[in-house]
C-alpha cells in the first residue's frame, strides 16, 4: 500500500493504470475507518483492478466547528486497517491540496439535498458535494464505493455525477450493523457506555415503524409513537424522524410507492442517523 499526498504523485500512478486497461474504484472516507468503511473497501476490490482509499476531514461540511474539531483523525491505525486487503494507494491529501489559496467553488446540489440533513445541517451538502467531485477528478475513479446508510448523502453523489457528466460510477453498498444493529459510524467512538447501550434502540424503533407502515399503518400515527420511544430511551433532540420516497426523497404522507424511513437524533451529545426501506404490501 503506497501512501501518497499530492495529487500530482496521484495522477501520476492512475494515468499508469489506465494505460494499462485497468480499472480503479475509490472509497472516499473521512478517516476513523471501522468494518463498514472495510465492506465498501472489500466491494471495491471486487469491482475493480485497482482501489484508491481517500482520508480527508472535509471542514467544508461541517456547520459545528465543535463537531469537526472533535472528529476523530487517526491516520496510522486507519492505515493498519486497510494493510491486510491489499489497496493500492492511501490518498491521505494535504488540505492545500483540495482547497488552494483562493478557492472559491462550490458544487450545490438542488433537490434530493432538501430537508432531512440538508435542512438541519445547512451547508453540509454543498461542502461534501465539493470535496466529492474534487476527490472523484482527482482519482480519476471507475467506481466509487458509498454506504447506504448515509441515503441521502449516496443521492446526491449521484445527482451530481449524473448532472456534472462524470465518468464515475456511484455503487451503493448496503449499511453493515453492529451485532445489536446500532449501524456503524465513526460519530459511536464518541458514546459513553450508558449512551452506547441505549443507542441499538435507534435501529430497533426504525425497523418497527417501517413493519407497521409497510403493513398499511397510519404514517403520522406510526412515526410519533416512534419518537416517544426514542425520547422514553434518552434521545434528546430528534432532528427528524420521516418517511421519503425512493429515490426522489420526497416527502410521503402515505406509503403508496417504494420509500425509506430516516431518523436523526441526539443522544448525549452525538448525532446519530439510519434508514431503512418502507415497501408497501
Not at 234 to 244: N, S
Not at 249 to 273: C, E, H, T
Amino acid at each position: 500500500m503506497e501512501i501518497l499526498r499530492r495529487k500530482a504523485d496521484l495522477r501520476a500512478r492512475t494515468r499508469e493504470w489506465h494505460a494499462a486497461g485497468q480499472t480503479i474504484g475509490v472509497v472516499l472516507t473521512m478517516g476513523a475507518l471501522h468494518s463498514g468503511h472495510l465492506s465498501l473497501v472489500e466491494a471495491a476490490r471486487a469491482r475493480a483492478d485497482r482501489v484508491i482509499v481517500t482520508i480527508f476531514v472535509n471542514p467544508r461540511q461541517f456547520n459545528n466547528p465543535e463537531d469537526l474539531a472533535k472528529y476523530p483523525r487517526t491516520e496510522d491505525s486507519d492505515a493498519a486497517k486497510l494493510a491486510p486487503l491489499a489497496i493500492d494507494v492511501l490518498y491521505v491529501p494535504d488540505p492545500q491540496e483540495i482547497y488552494p489559496e483562493g478557492f472559491a467553488t462550490t458544487v450545490s446540489v438542488a433537490g434530493v439535498s432538501s430537508g432531512l440533513c440538508g435542512g438541519t445541517r445547512p451547508g453540509h451538502f454543498d461542502g461534501m458535494a465539493t470535496v466529492v467531485t474534487k476527490l472523484l477528478l482527482q482519482t480519476d475513479a471507475d467506481f466509487s464505493f458509498f454506504g447506504e446508510k448515509d441515503y441521502q448523502q449516496l443521492q446526491v453523489v449521484r445527482r451530481l455525477v449524473a448532472d456534472l457528466d462524470l465518468k464515475t460510477e456511484i455503487v451503493g453498498c448496503p449499511t453493515v450493523r453492529e451485532e445489536d444493529g446500532l449501524a456503524m459510524s465513526s460519530r459511536n467512538l464518541r458514546l459513553e457506555s450508558d449512551a452506547r447501550r441505549a443507542a441499538p434502540v435507534i435501529g430497533r424503533v426504525l425497523g418497527d415503524a417501517a413493519r407497521a407502515i409497510s403493513g398499511g399503518g397510519d404514517v403520522a400515527a406510526t412515526l410519533e409513537a416512534a419518537q416517544a420511544t426514542l425520547r422514553a430511551a434518552g434521545f434528546d433532540t430528534i432532528d427528524y424522524l420521516e418517511l421519503r420516497g425512493d429515490p426522489d426523497l420526497a416527502p410521503m404522507q402515505v406509503a403508496d410507492r417504494p420509500a425509506r424511513l430516516f431518523l436523526a437524533a441526539w443522544l448525549n451529545g452525538v448525532r446519530l442517523i439510519d434508514n431503512l426501506p418502507v415497501t408497501p404490501v
